[in-house]
């Protein structure tokens, strides 16, 4: 079973451009929904996070959009760089906080091509 | 800053043994989790660990596994009788009340012969 669906699985783009990587879930008692970036050897790290009591957050060049009755969210990285090629996972817990477990996407591989 | 670090960072065993995957979580912090990641899929919950208990496990945490707290600093899964299906990455991860994420580990990567 699904908890959280992510796609695409892979994402290609120009240097400049942005990329959006798109996350639907099922369970309506998600209540915290981070973003994490993975970089070859190393583990995820936490990128942005959302509460459902609101729609949109912004940090920095990234961006995260939240549809609470659809159940969708996603992210969005504004004037892409080669550096932001990773893979990312979207994420859900039902405890309102970093303490619970994590149910992730099955993450999507972003290059930027300069 | 400090990290989440795991010992070793690749370990091959044959099916059937007993492995134990290290972690050093940072050093306030009070929960603890492993994950692993199965290559190509995604990051799956395995284990939470607080106040020297499980707070929560999921159905891959099965009676081969266990977690332990030896010590003040380190944290341990051990595998007891190691399948194929094993093979994957795993990581260890720690939060505190105060902090914003789970800090992950660089991961462990397990391939069982």
């Known amino acids: 079973q699904q908890q959280v669906k992510q796609s695409p699985q892979s994402l290609i783009v120009q240097k400049g451009g942005i990329p959006i990587i798109n996350c639907a879930y099922e369970n309506t008692a998600f209540d915290y929904f981070p973003w994490y970036q993975q970089f070859p050897g190393k583990g995820p790290a936490l990128l942005i996070a959302i509460r459902p009591d609101v729609s949109e957050k912004k940090e920095g060049r990234f961006t995260i959009s939240f549809n609470k009755s659809a159940k969708q969210f996603s992210l969005h990285i504004m004037d892409s760089q080669p550096g932001d090629s990773a893979t990312y996972f979207c994420?859900?817990?039902?405890?309102?906080?970093?303490?619970?477990?994590?149910?992730f996407g099955r993450g999507t591989q972003l290059t930027v091509w300069p | 800053e400090p990290e989440v670090t795991q010992t070793p960072s690749h370990q091959v065993t044959q099916m059937g043994q007993e492995v134990i995957l290290r972690c050093v979580p940072i050093s306030n912090h009070l929960y603890f989790y492993w994950y692993r990641q199965i290559l190509g899929q995604k990051v799956e919950f395995l284990v939470s660990?607080?106040?020297?208990?499980?707070?929560?496990k999921s159905e891959i945490f099965d009676d081969q596994f266990s977690v332990e707290r030896p010590d003040g600093s380190n944290f341990t899964l051990k595998i007891r009788s190691t399948k194929l299906e094993d093979s994957a990455m795993y990581f260890c991860?720690?939060?505190?009340?105060?902090?914003?994420?789970?800090?992950f580990g660089p991961g462990t990567r397990l391939t069982v012969l």
């Open positions: 994420a859900a817990s039902d405890r309102g906080s970093t303490l619970g477990r994590l149910y």
């Open positions: 660990f607080y106040n020297n208990e499980i707070s929560e």
């Open positions: 991860a720690s939060t505190g009340h105060s902090t914003d994420t789970q800090y």
